[in-house]
C-alpha cells in the first residue's frame, strides 16, 4: 500500500535507533493527523492500512528497528 493520499510527513528514517517513546512523540509533533503507536518486534499485527496510523517497530530495550512510516 503506498501512502500518497495521507496527508502531511508519512516517513521517519530518522528515528531509527531512538527511543521509542521519544520516536512517536516526534511523530506525531511533525504530522498531527496520525497517532504512533509502539510495537514490539515479533507482535503480530493486523495487515489494514490507515493513513491515521505510524507502527513504531522497537525491540525489547525499547529502541526503534524499523522506519516509522505510514499505513
Known amino acids: 500500500m503506498a501512502s500518497e493520499g ?3 510527513k508519512n516517513s521517519w528514517p530518522e528515528l531509527v ?3 521509542g517513546e521519544d520516536a512517536a ?3 506525531e509533533k511533525q504530522n498531527p493527523h496520525v497517532n504512533a503507536v ?3 518486534e515479533g507482535t503480530i499485527v ?3 492500512f490507515l493513513c491515521t496510523r505510524v507502527r513504531v ?3 525489547t530495550h525499547g529502541i526503534v528497528t524499523r522506519v516509522p512510516i505510514i499505513g
Open 25 to 27: 512523540a516526534t511523530i
Open 57 to 59: 517497530w522497537v525491540n
Open 6 to 8: 495521507c496527508k502531511g
Open 46 to 48: 493486523t495487515l489494514e
Open 17 to 19: 535507533g531512538k527511543k
Open 38 to 40: 509502539i510495537v514490539l
